[in-house]
Structures are given as structure tokens and as C-alpha cells.
């Protein structure tokens, strides 16, 4: 490969507003769910689901109308007062979320927190925070079908300011794991060889580079 032809880490645009969520069968529940604030029980929910499903994305769009901050670590030794909060993905010690949890119930604000595993299923000894954890409505975001991998590939592509045709995204949805992570390397992938080779995202380059993983 000749030098001109490296293929650089250009910045991507990540679109986390509403117009670039894909509402399927996949996050159905979780978007009825957040949709229900301010009526969620003691104001907190929890929105589980594996890496890259979009629990963030939808977190964003929630921000949007809540006007929540997403909280930092740095932020425990004094809580803000008065605001909704997102926790990502931020297992805290004991002690801290236990103390969260009675800030947001005392501030009777929200909180939504996101994270891989619903609360109840959190290992904790303290008895009243597992308690307070098994009583937080936690609702799931599903490995995707093929509108939600189709749309979140599409959406990557479009973050990297990328157009592909339907039908190489049609073909992706069948060929590649069925995994949000899966969707985002790929576009990833796709983009870099393109680059490379100056050329668009076609079935054939897709193909090659799925050859190329099986060879």
C-alpha cells in the first residue's frame, strides 16, 4: 500500500439525538419504559442490555426531554441538587449508591441507570441497598433484529459520513454476527478498506473482507 493510500482515523460524528433512533421489537419495551417518565417508580429505571445496543443512545434521547445530567464518579461527594441523572454503565461502591438512590428518592428526581445486568442481579451485601436494587423496574434491550442491525449499521456508516447502498446493508444483516458491537467494527472495517483502496462500500468489498476473516 502505498503511502497516500493509508486509510486515516477521521473524526465520527456520533448522531445521539431522536431522529437517529431505530425504534424495533428489539428496544420496544425499554422506549415505552422511558417514555413513562416522570411516572417511574421511587423516579428510578434501569435499562440493561449488552455493549453497543444503544441503552446510551436512548439515554440521550431521554436527556433531551428530562434535561438529565450524565453522572461522573467525581460528582458523588456532592450530589447535584434538583437534577435528573443518568448512571452509564458505573458500578459504585456500596455505600455511594446506596446514597444515590436516597438523594434522587429525598430530591424526588430520576434516575436511569444503564448497565449490562439488571440491579437485582448486582452482587451487594448491604441488605437494604439489595433491597432497594430488587425493587427498581429494570427492563431489557434485546440482541437486535434485522430493522435494528440494519438501522444501527446504517446509522454508523452515516456517522462517518459514509453512503451505502440498501442492498450492502441488506447483505451485512445476513452475514455478520448478530451483535451491536459486530455492526459498529464492521462499518468500521468497511470504511478503513474503502479508504484504502478509493473505492465505495460495495457487496464484493464486503465480501472480500469477510473472506479474508474465514480464510
Partial sequence: MRPEQLPLDLP???????AGFVV???NRDAVAWTDRWPDWPNGILAVYGPPGCGKTHLAHVWQAKSGARFLEPSA???LPRGENLVLDGIRLPEEHLF???NHVRAEKTALLILD????????VRLPDLASRLAGIPAVAVLPPDDTLLAAVLAKHFADRQVEVAPEVIAYLVKQIERSFTAAETMARRLDREAMARRAPITIKLA?????GENS
Fill in 12 to 18: 465520527v460524528r456520533n448522531a445521539m439525538n431522536a
Fill in 24 to 26: 424495533s421489537d428489539s
Fill in 76 to 78: 458523588l461527594e456532592q
Fill in 99 to 101: 446514597h444515590l438512590i
Fill in 116 to 123: 449490562r445486568e439488571p440491579p437485582a442481579r448486582w452482587p
Fill in 207 to 211: 465480501r472480500d473482507l469477510l473472506s
